[in-house]
């Protein structure tokens, strides 16, 4: 089974609705990430957290919310979708005690807001 | 402000031929780790290569190995004996060295592999 896990993988949703998209992760780490790709920019950070209750703002995070449920869940929230979030949607985790400190990557979620 | 550049945003190589992909980056910190991502057509982010800054030698993982110019903030990664599955996205990461949750990448560059 996948240590890092995202729900949904494809969603297609329209201007103004709400969604959510959901991450989960059996590797234990206090650590985790939302990021976005889109074509050209690589990826953005939106938001970040330490531990439950410890959650920080990244680069891009108007528009965004998040929930920290668990250790093993983050979850992103689009409050009311619109069409420049359209983009491919990241989840990661790290170990700030393992050295490099490498990020372990969801499969992602692709996203369409029409 | 730490920075990552991937100036080629498409490269090509013919199969079992060798290519570089080009990494710069921006940093005034002395410690730190810098990685190579591929992310082919399932879109999963996978780790080829990492390189800590204080070691001198340049890691190898098969057929990927880096260049690590650290004094000239450069770190490209070789591609040898290249196969139609290397053909994806491949990004550059920098982190430092400090275990912050700071994690700059790059833009990208697309490897095609001709047959």
């Known amino acids: 089974d996948a240590d890092v896990t995202q729900t949904p993988r494809n969603r297609i949703t329209k201007t103004g609705k709400r969604i959510m998209l959901e991450c989960s992760q059996t590797?234990?780490?206090?650590?985790m990430y939302w990021y976005r790709q889109d074509p050209g920019l690589g990826l953005r950070l939106i938001y970040y957290s330490f531990d439950v209750k410890d959650i920080n703002k990244g680069e891009i995070s108007d528009g965004y919310s998040v929930s920290r449920q668990a250790q093993a869940k983050f979850s992103l929230s689009l409050e009311s979708a619109i069409p420049n979030q359209t983009a491919l949607y990241f989840c990661?985790?790290?170990?700030?005690?393992?050295?490099?400190?490498?990020?372990?990557f969801g499969p992602g979620t692709r996203l369409t807001v029409t | 402000a730490q920075t990552v550049t991937q100036s080629q945003p498409e490269m090509s190589v013919q199969e079992a031929e060798t290519v570089t992909l080009s990494c710069t980056y921006d940093?005034?910190?002395?410690?730190?780790?810098l990685f190579w991502y591929k992310q082919p057509p399932s879109r999963q982010m996978i780790l080829v290569i990492r390189q800590e800054a204080y070691k001198q030698q340049n890691a190898t993982e098969n057929r990927f190995s880096v260049n690590f110019q650290k004094a000239a903030k450069s770190f490209s990664l070789k591609i040898s004996d290249s196969q139609l599955g290397d053909a994806a996205m491949y990004f550059c990461?920098?982190?430092?060295?400090?275990?912050?949750?700071?994690?700059?990448f790059g833009t990208g560059t697309r490897l095609k592999v001709l047959a």
């Open positions: 990461a920098y982190t430092p060295g400090s275990g912050t949750y700071k994690y700059i």
């Open positions: 940093t005034s910190e002395s410690d730190y780790y």
């Open positions: 990661a985790t790290s170990d700030p005690r393992q050295v490099p400190y490498e990020q372990y």
């Open positions: 590797k234990g780490h206090d650590r």
